[in-house]
T-cell receptor, first 114, second 115 residues
Framework: AQSVSQHNHHVILSEAASLELGCNYS??????LFWYVQYPGQHLQLLLK??????LVKGIKGFEAEFIKSKFSFNLRKPSVQWSDTAEYFC????????????FGSGTRLSIRP | DVKVTQSSRYLVKRTGEKVFLECVQD?????MFWYRQDPGLGLRLIYF???????EKGDIPEGYSVSREKKERFSLILESASTNQTSMYLC??????????????FGEGSRLTVL
C-alpha cells in the first residue's frame, strides 16, 4: 500500500534559521505531490504543489520543495524562517491521478522561537 | 474567494447518539471529502463523493455514513457515536479536472467530543 512518511514530528527553530522538512513516499508510478500548511486555528491550505516539469517548485511565503524521483522524496525548504511560520505542515501524495487516492503524511509541527 | 463551510466548529455528544456533520462548498466542485485528523496520524480519508448521490469508501469508513443529495452539500453521519470517534473532522472539496487532481480546499474543521 502507498504511504507517506514525515519523519520529523516536531521541529523547533529560532527565527532566521533555515528549514528543511522531510517527506518520503512509497509508490513507483506517476505522482502529484503537495505540501499543505495549517496555521493555528486556521484551515488547511495549499503551500505548493508538483505535477510535472521543473522538480524545484516554489510556493507561497518563500517556501520551496524539491522532487527527487530517485529518492521518492519531496522535501520542503525555506532559507530563513519567521515566527509566523509556526504551523503544522503536511505532505500529501496523489497516486494514480485519482482524486480519491490522496494520502497524507502524519504532519510536522513547526515551532519558531522569536 | 473559495469557501468550504462546516456547520459546527465544536460538538459534544454522548455515546450512542446520532451525529450529523454538515459541509457546504460554494465553488461548484464535483468532488467532496470527509477526513478525520488525529495527532500523529495525519489526515485519514473516511468517505469521498465524486458526484451527487455517488460515494466511495475511504480508508476508515467503519462507523460512518455519508449523504450527498445536492452538489454543494456533503454530510457525514455517525449512526451511533462512540468515544473512539472523538476527533477533528475536516471537509474538503476539489475539481474533478485531473489537471488539478489533489488540490483540496478545506473547511475549518469540526471538533467532535464523544463522552
Amino acid at each position: 500500500a502507498q504511504s507517506v512518511s514525515q519523519h520529523n514530528h516536531h521541529v523547533i527553530l529560532s527565527e532566521a534559521a533555515s528549514l528543511e522538512l522531510g517527506c518520503n513516499y512509497s509508490y513507483g508510478g506517476t505522482v502529484n505531490l503537495f505540501w499543505y500548511v495549517q496555521y493555528p486555528g486556521q484551515h488547511l491550505q495549499l503551500l505548493l504543489k508538483y505535477f510535472s516539469g521543473d522538480p524545484l517548485v516554489k510556493g507561497i511565503k518563500g517556501f520551496e520543495a524539491e522532487f527527487i524521483k530517485s529518492k521518492f522524496s519531496f522535501n520542503l525548504r525555506k532559507p530563513s524562517v519567521q515566527w509566523s511560520d509556526t504551523a503544522e505542515y503536511f505532505c500529501a501524495v496523489n497516486a494514480y491521478s485519482s482524486a480519491s487516492k490522496i494520502i497524507f503524511g502524519s504532519g510536522t509541527r513547526l515551532s519558531i522561537r522569536p | 474567494d473559495v469557501k468550504v463551510t462546516q456547520s459546527s466548529r465544536y460538538l459534544v455528544k454522548r455515546t450512542g447518539e446520532k451525529v450529523f456533520l454538515e459541509c457546504v462548498q460554494d465553488m461548484d466542485h464535483e468532488n467532496m471529502f470527509w477526513y478525520r485528523q488525529d495527532p500523529g496520524l495525519g489526515l485519514r480519508l473516511i468517505y469521498f463523493s465524486y458526484d451527487v448521490k455517488m460515494k466511495e469508501k475511504g480508508d476508515i469508513p467503519e462507523g460512518y455514513s455519508v449523504s450527498r443529495e445536492k452538489k454543494e452539500r456533503f454530510s457525514l453521519i455517525l449512526e451511533s457515536a462512540s468515544t473512539n470517534q472523538t476527533s477533528m473532522y475536516l471537509c474538503a472539496s476539489s475539481l474533478r479536472d485531473t489537471s488539478n487532481t489533489g488540490e483540496l480546499f478545506f473547511g475549518e474543521g469540526s471538533r467532535l467530543t464523544v463522552l
